[in-house]
Each structure stands twice: as structure tokens, then as C-alpha cells.
Nanobody, 115 residues
Framework: QVQLVESGGGLVQPGGSLRLSCAASGFTFSNTAMRWYRQAPWKERELVASITRAGLSTNYADSVKGRFTISRDNAKNTLYLQMNSLKPEDTAVYYC????????WGQGTQVTVSA
């Protein structure tokens, strides 16, 4: 079955960096477009970044453009999100999923940006 396991979150000061990982299994990762989402407390889940199957094209939410970079390693079935210049408003649980998304989501990884 489809399994998505996010990791790499943590507590970081404003201006800091984190690299999130998403280990995918149960589907053909290299043939699947992928996305990172996030959900802050009391807010709807929002799309953060997306990447095509071969990683040749990426897109970002305006709020993270220029600070976040999505990438993938198809040999390792792993999706990444490099987050730089983090802001308190980036605090959220971060999730990965395919596009179109699978019904089952991972547990997410908590990112907290605070002084």
C-alpha cells in the first residue's frame, strides 16, 4: 500500500534552515508528480511546492518563493524540501503527497519557527 513518511522537522529560530524528507513507497515514485503541503493550527492545508516526475519543473506558493526549494531523488524514492530564511509564519505540520493525491496521508513533520 501507499506509504508516505515525512521527517526532518524541528524547532528553528527565525532565519534558520531545515531540510525535510519524504520517503515514498507502494507506488512508482519516478512516474509520479509530487507536492509538499502544510497545515498551520486552525488553518486549511495549503500547497507549498510541487515538482514534476523527472524534477524538471517546480512551482511554489508565493509565500515561500525564493526561500524554499523542492527536489527529488527518484533512485531513492525520496522527496525533499529545503527551507531557508524561515519565518514564524512557516510554522506548520508539513506533508508530502502525490499529484493527484493519494487518500492516505503520512503523519507529517512539525516545523516550528520561534525565537
Amino acid at each position: 500500500q501507499v506509504q508516505l513518511v515525512e521527517s526532518g522537522g524541528g524547532l528553528v529560530q527565525p532565519g534558520g534552515s531545515l531540510r525535510l524528507s519524504c520517503a515514498a513507497s507502494g507506488f512508482t515514485f519516478s512516474n509520479t508528480a509530487m507536492r509538499w503541503y502544510r497545515q498551520a493550527p486552525w488553518k486549511e492545508r495549503e500547497l507549498v511546492a510541487s515538482i514534476t516526475r523527472a524534477g524538471l519543473s517546480t512551482n511554489y506558493a508565493d509565500s515561500v518563493k525564493g526561500r524554499f526549494t523542492i527536489s527529488r531523488d527518484n533512485a531513492k524514492n525520496t522527496l525533499y524540501l529545503q527551507m531557508n530564511s524561515l519565518k514564524p509564519e512557516d510554522t506548520a505540520v508539513y506533508y508530502c503527497n502525490a499529484f493527484p493525491p493519494y487518500a492516505s496521508w503520512g503523519q507529517g513533520t512539525q516545523v516550528t519557527v520561534s525565537a
